[in-house]
């Protein structure tokens, strides 16, 4: 049973790469607290497909097909979504790319592209959103990062890297914005059971493994991530920011 947060109804979120995985989760999530949810992906049709099926269901939601890579188009389209939908209080940088990558094959511009997908996009869309909150006297930044970089894991070195670097992020941010009421937290999943992840990584030798190393044996959800996020977004965590909340059924 999902937790039901009062306060969250009626406030407006935005998520990014919010078409599939843990960020449908999350919007699915948010649209379920009574929330206005507004939400970015480069997929189209999925994207498209989604606000139509909540929609359909009585919730408020609306969707923004862009290409986080290219800045300008994004801030436009925020500042579209921010028309439809209202001022944003919430917001989760959620849009990733995990496509594995040998290291000593990377190119220059495959290290910027992953950077540009993983890492870039969180600070320019924090930027246009905190007008909004500042406004407001208060709101809450999610990010989203990975354990892959804890971990060492190999086969993903710009991935890690800019995964790594949200933590960094996430604690600079929190100071500058900290004294408008606005908080700043990033939640970093374990290994979890999206449909990319089962259909793209999953071997049998892998799951194994992972599920030796945790604590709590058994999926890690997008839904589990998204309860995560539901705390953090409601003021129930109002004391809560700069922080890092682990989400992988505690690996050792």
């Known amino acids: 049973m999902t937790a039901i947060y009062p306060d969250l109804a009626g406030r407006t979120a935005l998520v990014t790469g919010g078409a599939d995985g843990i960020g449908r989760a999350v919007v699915e999530a948010f649209a379920a607290q ?11 049709h999925a994207g498209e497909a989604l606000a139509t099926e909540l929609c359909g269901k009585g919730h408020q939601a609306f969707f923004g097909c862009v290409d986080l890579r290219d800045v300008p188009a994004t801030i436009a389209a925020i500042a579209h979504l921010r028309e439809t939908a209202g001022a944003f209080s919430i917001c989760v940088n959620n849009a990733g790319h995990d496509e594995r990558h040998r290291f000593a094959d990377l190119s220059v511009a495959e290290w ?19 007008d909004d909150m500042r406004q407001r006297g208060c709101g809450s930044i999610i ?11 190999p086969g993903l070195i ?5 995964k790594s670097a949200v933590i960094g ?3 600079s941010l929190a100071r500058e914005v900290g004294s408008d009421g606005i908080r700043v937290n990033c939640v970093t999943p374990g290994w979890v059971m999206t449909e990319r992840q089962r259909t793209r990584w999953f071997t049998p ?3 194994e493994a992972a599920q030796a190393r945790q ?8 839904a589990d991530v998204a309860a995560m996020i539901l705390f953090l977004a409601s003021d129930q965590s109002r004391m809560c920011t700069g922080q890092n909340f682990i989400v992988d059924a505690g690996v050792v």
Not at 158 to 162: K, V
Not at 215 to 222: D, L, N
């Open 158 to 162: 710009a991935y890690t890297t800019a």
């Open 34 to 44: 009574g929330m206005t949810v507004a939400f970015l992906d480069i997929n189209r």
């Open 215 to 222: 604590s709590i044996k058994g999926e890690i959800r997008p």
């Open 205 to 207: 030798e892998k799951w």
């Open 143 to 153: 990010n989203l990062g990975s354990t892959s970089w804890m971990q060492g894991a």
């Open 169 to 171: 992020f996430t604690r």
């Open 112 to 130: 910027d592209e992953r950077f540009a997908v993983n890492l870039r996009p969180m600070m320019f869309v924090s930027q246009s959103v905190t």
